[in-house]
């Protein structure tokens, strides 16, 4: 191996290593930007990628940052309070229902609003149901980033890379749904039952159907803040059955709400600048372009031959996806396997496309930097004081993750 390649191999280890670490709570965008700066020293990569790059991924930065400015202004409304009231008492003081009810909701919401949504937008009111009545946040958190990845099989809006490969594919919307439902099913169903197991002592009996804390006052404003909200989840929905891009619905409404809320004089700026994670932004561009260094430095110079067999192809496509979405995260991974795509045929094709997504949608719960919805669910949990480490999400991933994957690639082998 060059002198290069062993240079670029460095860089990734130690970019991975670091952010599995978070050395004095460094953040992980700052060890991506710096792996990142690394490849532009040892790699081909040069500047002039820069600008390929952010092209690239425009679409997910809008679309984070819509999402991140609608979710401070619709917390800091009142809105999730009243939601989180309402989920609570659908429960009717059963702990396990309750859980189960949010694993539910999640899965819903996934299909059809995106993994993105169903974190930013649950986790708050999910926390919140929690809170109010005294229960140990833990297991409903875990339940939230849990459900975004492994329910994000079954429609092509469910996860941007699923959108990828779906184009890739060219196959209608119907196709795509009727194959992927029954992987998705069997993820969701064996991550459920594994959480009920794992979470059995955490999870009450029973719980106190009336929070003690006071809801917040039902104003003009937080009625205002529901109505965006509901117009700006509708608007997403269309936008990706009509498969266009999903910035404009958050951006869209992020901004009507703001700009009333800066006429009105119920938001301040200050507060909100601080209430936005701007650090995933710029980890989605640091990894984005470690993985461009990858992709020119490496994989370019090597001959990788692709399985003609079917079996082999969903096999190689799975594993190959899971590996490296928990190497250098999963939407940059998914791109780079689209890259092999056009050197299988017929079953192959699909069996190696389709199990690429298996892999880059359930394969990343295992690290917290492996999919880009469970970076967002960290920071989430994280502006809330629930300080979740490494350790504790590995003790959870390394016993749920494993069996849900191969719980997946076999409900796909059979829908194959």
């Known amino acids: 191996m060059a002198l290069e390649q062993v240079a670029i191999v460095i860089v990734v280890a130690a970019t991975l290593a670091l952010i599995l670490a978070r050395p004095r709570g460094i953040s992980e965008a700052w060890v991506a930007a710096g792996g990142a700066a690394a490849m532009l020293l040892v790699s081909p990569l040069t500047l002039g990628d820069v600008p390929d790059v952010l092209r690239e991924t425009g679409d997910v930065l809008l679309f984070l940052t819509g999402m991140m400015v609608l979710t401070v202004l619709v917390e800091q409304a009142g809105v999730f309070d009243h939601l ?12 396990v229902l309750l859980f189960c009810n949010v694993f539910l909701l999640g899965a819903v919401v996934t299909a059809l609003l995106s993994l993105d949504v169903t974190v930013i937008m649950l986790t708050p009111i999910v926390y919140m149901v ?26 092509p809006i469910s996860n941007l890379t699923n959108l990828l490969v779906y184009h890739e594919l060219g196959i209608s919307f119907a196709d795509y749904t009727a194959t992927m439902w029954w ?22 009996r029973r719980f106190h159907l009336v929070s003690d804390d006071p809801l917040p006052p039902v104003t003009w404003w937080l009625w205002i803040a529901a109505i965006v909200l509901a117009g700006s989840l509708a608007a997403l929905l269309g936008l990706g059955l009509a498969e266009r891009p999903l910035a404009p619905g958050a951006l869209g409404g992020a901004a009507v709400l703001l700009t009333i809320g800066l006429v009105s004089g119920r938001v301040r700026t200050p507060g909100l600048i601080h209430g936005v994670s701007w650090p995933v932004l710029l980890f989605v561009v640091g990894m984005f372009l470690v993985v461009r260094g990858v992709e020119i430095g490496l994989l370019n110079r090597w001959d990788l031959a ?5 079996d082999r192809a969903l096999l190689v496509g799975v594993g190959a996806a899971a590996i490296g979405s928990n190497l250098v995260n999963n939407v940059p991974m998914t791109l780079l396997m689209m890259s092999f795509f056009p050197d299988a045929t017929g079953p192959a094709r699909d069996a190696l496309a389709y199990g690429t997504l298996i892999g880059a949608n359930i ?15 960290l920071t989430v949990v994280r502006r809330r004081g629930l300080d979740i480490t490494t350790r504790d999400y590995l003790a959870i991933s390394v016993l749920t993750m494993p069996p849900v994957l191969i719980a997946a690639t076999a409900a796909l082998w059979l829908a194959l």
Do not use: H
């Not at 989180?84 to 702990?95: D, K, S």
């Open 306 to 310: 692709v399985p003609t067999d079917p």
């Open 130 to 155: 929690a809170v109010r009545r005294r229960l140990d946040p833990l297991p409903f958190m875990f339940a939230c980033t849990f459900v975004a990845n492994t329910a994000s099989l079954v429609l």
């Open 363 to 377: 394969g990343p719960t295992l690290t917290t930097y492996g999919s880009l919805a469970t970076m967002l669910w």
């Open 183 to 204: 992987p998705n099913l069997a993820a969701a169903v064996v991550n459920l039952l594994i959480f009920l197991l794992l979470f059995r002592q955490r999870l009450p």
């Open 84 to 95: 989180a009231e309402w989920c609570a008492r659908l429960a009717r003081g059963n702990g």
